[in-house]
Structures are given as C-alpha cells and as structure tokens.
C-alpha cells in the first residue's frame, strides 16, 4: 500500500457536462446518428482534459490525487453497474464477446431498446439529479466488465496528472439497487455484497498497476436513513466491505467519502476499518459527539475530510464559519484535509461567465469555480493558520453583510400578508362535496386521460424564443408562432381523443424559470447550466429576496388555449415545493418560509385563471419527495411546510374547481401520507417506469383521491405498445377503484420528439377504450 498523504484540499466531484454542454450535445449527436463513437470518445477526451487542466490552474494541481476522476457519460451509479457486470438479464445480449460493456450497450441500458426496458431511474439523495437503478438478483454475476475508470486514470496520468479516481462504493451501490423482478420475495440485494467485493478488489488492483495513490469510495448510502435495509445489516455490511477492501495487498490508499448527511453510528465503523481517509459532510451534517474511547482513538489515525464548502448549492456563504469548522475536525484528528461537503455536479461551472447578471448578485454567489477555490484557500489556511488567508475570510464575511441589508432581500408587504393568514388560508373543505361538483361541472368519461402538461419543444420553438431574445423579431411576432403552436397542440389532442387539453407549454423554456423570470425575488442565468440525468440539463434560478407575482403569468395562454376547445382545458403552475427543488435558494431564512411566500404568488395566480374560467388547474410537485431529509428526524417539519405550502397555494378555488398535482420519480410509498394530505383532487405519479409498483402503496394506504399512475415513460425514446400499456392499467384498475384512476404520461412531454409521442398518445387511448370496455362488461 502506498503512503503518500491525502491532498490537503480537493473536491468530491466537478461538473462533466462541460462549460457549453459540450457532453450533452456530443451525446445527443451520437444517438441521433450524426457522428460516430469516436467522435464521442474523442469529444469525451478533450472535455476531461479541460476539466484537469481548469481545476490545476485553479490550485488543486499543487497536491497529487487532488484532482478526482468523476466523469460519467450519463450517470454514475450505472457507470458502477456496468464496471461490476450488473446488467439486468434481458440487456445480457449487449455484452462482447470478451464479457465487456461497451459504450453503445451502456447508453442502449440506460435508455432501453424496443421491448426492452431501461433501468428505472429516481432521485439521488435530496438532489435534483437522477441517477439508474441497479437491478440485483440471486442469481446476477458480478464480474470486472469495463475497465474505462483506469483507462481514464492512465489517461489523466500520461497528460501529466495523477489524479484520483472515483466510484460508488460497494455498501452504497448494492443500497440503491432494487431486487431484480424475479429475486423472490424477501430478497434484498445487499445480501449479494460478498459476491460483488471481489470484483471491486479487482479494480483496486488494476488501479494499483496503473500508479493510482488514492481511491475515492463514495458511501451517501450511509447517511439516509430512508434506506429500507434495516440498520444493523448496513453497519455489518460496512464492516465487511472495508475489511476486505482494505486487505488488497498493495491497494491505493483509500478515501470514503459520505456525502448529504452524518455518519452518525456509520462513523465508528469506518473509524475501526483500515480505511485511510473518511469524508464528513459538514454542510448537511455535523461533527459526532458521544463517540467511544475506541471510536476516538481509530479516528486519529485518519485523515478526516472536513466537508465545509456547499457542494449542494451557489452561495459565497460564511467562509470564516467553514474554516472553523475545519479546525474544530483536529479535535479528532491532526490530519485534517479540506473539500467540498458533495460533488459540485450539483452547481453551475463559473459565475465569471455570468455577465448580465446583477454585479452585487454576482458578489454573493460562487459556482463549481469559485468553490474550488475557497477549497484551495482554506486548505492553504489549514496547513500555514489562519492569518494566511486573512484577507479571503474577510471579503466573503463583507460579502454576507452586504447581502442581508441590500433591497429586495426583505420585503415588509410580503411578510405582513403572511403574519396575517389563519388556518381557513390551507383548506378547502369536504373532498366528497368537492368530488360532486368537478362531476357535475367537467362531465368526464371513465378513466379520463389527460398530459402532464408540456408538448415537445420543436427545434421551431425554440428558435423563435432565440429570436425573441436577440431581437430578430418582436413580441407580437412571437406571441402568434406560440399561439400557432397551441393550436396544432390542441388540435392534435382533439383528434387523439384527450378529455383535458393542455396548451402544451411551448411559450416556457423551463418549468421553474418561466415562473422565476416573472416573480420578485428572482434572477436567471445564461450559462448556469446543472446535470439532471443523462443528457438533460437544467439551468436553476436563483431566489435570492423575498417572493411575489407583479402581473398574472399564465392566464392569457390558458383563455386563448380553451377558446380553441370545448373541452376543459388545464391550467399548468410549477408548485411552491418545486420552485424552491430546482432553483438555488437563498440560504438566510428557513425553507419553509421561502415556500410559503412562493404559495402565496401561486395563489394569486390561480385565483385569477379561476376567475377566468378555468376550471382546471394543475400544480406539479415533482420534487416533493426529493426535499424529504435524509435523517428520519426532520421528516415531521418538512412535511409540514411541504404540504402547508401547496395548500397556502391551491386553497382558494371553489369547489368545483378542480386542482390537480404531479409528482414524479420517486419512492412514493415513503410519502404517500403526505400526498394525501396535499388534498389535490388528482395526482399523477411515475409508475411506467418501476411497472405500476406504486398501485400497491395506493391500495394499502387507502387513498381515496384521484390518481394518475403514469402509463408512458417519457424519459426513453421508446414507444409503448397498446398491450405495454393495457397491462399497466388493467394492474392499476385492479389495485384502485375505477372512479378514482386517471390515464397520463409518467411526465410530461418536452424533450421527447412528435413522432414518439403521437405514436404513443396513440396507443395510451386505444389501450383506454380497451380497458373501458372491460370495465363497462364487468
């Protein structure tokens, strides 16, 4: 085993998609058969080669192993998969003759092929990214199938860099896969770890060939206490891992890094383990108490990881508070490192590149860039003391005083209205009562089928948005190509046969920015783009001060959307949950009030599509699952602000009116108490994707309002059959009273193409009337 020390200061993880998504649109252009997998191996190349290049210039080059490994083409957690051999059966095919996984079948995996679904995917963590989720049976062989994290390493090494490579770490991988669908009951993949270790072993010998000083093992598993495996399994599994891994005779030195959370009981069993360095999560988590005198003494002899920079979102923060909390770690130990508390995939690459954005703003905030190098100073900090960076703790403390006191950042008419609400502001009264008279006013037919809302975004839209922008042509111009758009939307639907038309959203380029750009107390940016899974890339707003609405925002498209249709036509709002999910939100105040200045905008605006004629109206909160913390603990205040919001925001309409909600990509069953008292008259929930196994939470916890169990996974280009479909709910009709159950897209329709998604709007009807007539026979 090697002895060099642990880098002073490094990160857990830099963006991959590149300044430009330069990742994403090399990608996009190999599915799309515009160029070859060279091309994208060599596009690949130079976008990691730049990483290295930009994270040495900004300091981390001075340590070696400083710089990790962490680039995925699509995800990292099947980037791990696909290296240990675990590929589901029926993608076994894919596989060379030598037993390897190329890169094709690694993308065919992630976005399935025919009949041949992909990988589920759901929420990592309490982010907004997505990662695959493995699926592990008895009988899965684990074998070394893809070598690319040491080719990548020798890569790095023949530039001149020795870096560190990355990957999930056994316990955490088999924590996030799911029992293959014919494991048997009371099968759990942990119980496969025994035959999944030697293939790591494998790995950290190849590393160790290859020149590899330090391996980095990413553990978040360990920090989420929603994990179904019961605790002691975990902690014994830990053990059993890092015994063997550690026995590898000349292996790298070994970081274990636990992001989004403490270790809590976790951390004396890494401490006892022969591991080399242990990452805490100082942001999200804090340092232990109570631990043992054994635990105590084990932990002085590793290097502790003070994870004290933000990974997780884009403020300056207090670095004088970050480089105390790095000092408070010597009490543990006397070799202490600093980084970055997660991945900085999570944050946009530099704020330098921001140029329209407000300079005081800017003077607030730090993306991936600026974070490095708060990591380098503190480091420099650690190792010379604090007078070494004197001048660095000033400026981001001067930073923050400037930031409380400046305009906008509270607002006395938004706070006054919210001390004034009382507890008739979060309810609207009987569901029964509510459930008559949406019968009586919509009239809609057995399992109504609707969309989550938006339309694919035609390479026309977004031109004209372009144009919009740089002047090529004016408003009036490019309001009537979105009006063009909703009609041909509208009519489509008509023809299809929909019971509840959207307008399709083409007007919106991000189901939160659209609503950031026209509400106080935000700011949007033109390159703060963020990975959300595989080729997707969002770019989150910034909320910065306190939250209104200065002029309705969608209301004009939803009354122009139904003149075209006698049809009732569904009003599309981002909730309050998922506004605060997918922006970077001000850090000053606790979220739950922030959310409740987002509901009190939303509620205006819904009382006006109400007042103009609207008698439905959707309020998506995808990301209500995604917020829940991590530590079982904190459940019980978020789910309070959680659901209180949504409420403050939908509570207003009549009766009549009726309020839909989607939620998507996630363990429902964990939450389902909450979703019944978000009180919506309808939810639409992923199912396509995990096969309808949401219908068996729905049934045991009595949920008696209306649902929309996804039947179209929309995150894969393939097309479902009217048998695919017709199975799925037949599964849904059986587990869920019929008057309850609503026919929907797992999500909604933007980044799919509009052959794809006719042909599969198609065949959701047909399946429809299919399962209608067998209803109406029984």
């Known amino acids: 085993m090697s002895s060099t020390p642990f880098p002073s200061g490094t990160i857990l993880g830099y963006p991959r998609i590149g300044r430009r998504r330069e990742l994403k649109k090399a990608v996009e252009s190999y599915w799309a058969g515009r160029s070859s997998l060279d091309d994208l191996e060599t596009a690949a190349a130079e976008l990691r080669a730049v990483t290295r290049t930009r994270l040495a210039g900004l300091g981390l080059g001075q340590d070696d192993s400083a710089i990790p490994e962490t680039f995925s083409f699509y995800d990292q957690v099947l980037d791990a998969a696909v290296a240990v051999g675990a590929i589901p059966a029926r993608f076994e095919r894919l596989r060379e003759s030598d037993g390897s996984i190329g890169l094709p079948a690694y993308f065919t995996i992630a976005r399935g092929e025919g009949d041949d679904a992909p990988l589920e995917m759901t929420k990592w963590f309490d982010s907004n990214y997505h990662y695959l989720v493995p699926e592990i049976g008895p009988d899965t062989v684990f074998s070394l199938s893809s070598d690319r994290i040491v080719r990548e390493f020798e890569e790095a090494k023949a530039a001149g860099f020795l870096t560190r490579p990355s990957i999930v770490g056994p316990v955490t991988f088999l924590l996030l896969s799911k029992a293959a669908d014919d494991a048997g009951a009371g099968f759990s993949p942990i119980e496969r770890l025994d035959d999944l270790l030697p293939v790591y072993v494998e790995l950290l010998e190849r590393l160790a060939l290859a020149g590899a000083e330090w391996v980095q093992l990413d553990e978040p598993g360990l920090v989420n206490e929603s994990i179904t495996v019961p605790r002691d399994q975990q902690l014994a599994a830990l053990e059993r891992a890092y015994a063997v891994l550690g026995a590898v005779a000349g292996r790298p030195q070994l970081f274990v890094a636990a992001p989004y959370g403490s270790l809590d009981d976790a951390l004396p069993v890494l401490a006892a383990s022969t591991v080399d360095a242990i990452g805490l999560d100082l942001v999200r988590g804090s340092l232990p108490t109570g631990l043992d005198d054994a635990a105590v003494s084990a932990l002085a002899t590793k290097t502790l990881v003070a994870g004290v920079v933000d990974g997780h979102n884009v403020w300056r923060g207090d670095l004088a508070g970050a480089f105390a909390a790095a000092e408070g770690v010597r009490a543990l130990s006397p070799n202490v490192s600093v980084s970055t508390s997660t991945s900085l995939q999570h944050v946009p690459h530099d704020v330098a590149d921001e140029s329209l954005l407000d300079a005081r703003l800017v003077s607030w905030l730090a993306f991936a860039d600026q974070k490095v190098a708060q990591v380098v100073a503190l480091a420099r900090g650690i190792r010379d003391g604090g007078s070494a960076i004197e001048a660095e703790l000033a400026a981001a403390t001067a930073a923050l005083a400037d930031r409380a006191d400046a305009p906008g950042v509270r607002d006395g008419a938004v706070r006054a209205r919210l001390a004034g609400l009382d507890d008739s502001a979060f309810s609207r009264g009987s569901y029964a009562e509510r459930l008559a008279a949406q019968d009586a006013a919509l009239d809609l037919p057995p399992l109504p089928t609707t969309t989550i809302g938006s339309f694919p975004q035609t390479g026309e839209i977004r031109r004209a948005r372009a144009q919009l922008l740089k002047g090529d042509i004016d408003e009036a111009a490019y ?37 950031a750009e026209n509400l106080d107390g935000f700011e949007v940016t033109q390159n703060g783009w963020v990975q959300s899974y595989g080729s997707r890339c969002t770019r989150p707003s910034i909320l910065w001060g306190d939250v209104s609405r200065p002029a309705p925002i969608t209301v004009d498209w939803s009354v122009f959307t139904q003149s075209l249709t006698e049809k009732p036509v569904k009003g599309m709002l981002t909730g309050p949950v998922t506004i605060l999910a997918w922006s970077f939100v001000r850090d000053d105040q606790p979220l739950g009030e922030t959310a409740r200045q987002v509901a009190l905008a939303l509620r205006d605006e819904i009382a006006d599509l109400e007042s103009a004629g609207i008698g439905v109206i959707q309020v998506d909160e995808p990301a209500l ?82 649902i929309g169990p996804g039947v179209y996974d929309i995150h894969s280009p393939r097309v479902p059959s009217v048998d695919e479909v017709r199975s799925l709910l037949e599964k849904a009709v059986a587990a869920i009273p019929e008057r309850q159950v609503w026919v929907n897209p ?8 509009y052959d794809e998604t006719v042909a599969s709007l198609r065949n959701i009807l047909e399946a429809t009337r299919a399962v209608r007539a067998q209803l109406a026979d029984a």
Request: hydrophobic share 40%; aromatic share 6%.
């Open 479 to 515: 309001l009537e190509l979105m009006r063009d758009e909703i009609r041909r939307v509208v009519d489509l639907q008509e023809e299809i046969g929909l019971d509840v038309i959207v307008h399709g959203e083409p007007e919106r380029n991000d189901m939160v920015q659209y609503f």
């Open 625 to 706: 699952r995604e917020l829940l913390p991590l530590k079982n603990a904190d459940h019980a205040d978020y789910l309070d602000w959680s659901v209180g919001s949504f409420r403050l925001a939908t509570a207003g309409v009549e009766a009549k009116t009726q309020i839909h909600t989607h939620l998507c990509y996630s363990e429902f069953g964990v939450v389902i108490d909450a979703i019944q008292n978000l009180d919506a008259d309808v939810t639409s929930i992923e199912a396509a994707r995990s096969r309808m196994e949401v219908v068996d939470d729905l049934q045991s916890s009595g949920f008696d309002h209306g």
């Open 746 to 753: 797992d999500c909604g329709l933007k980044t799919r193409g």
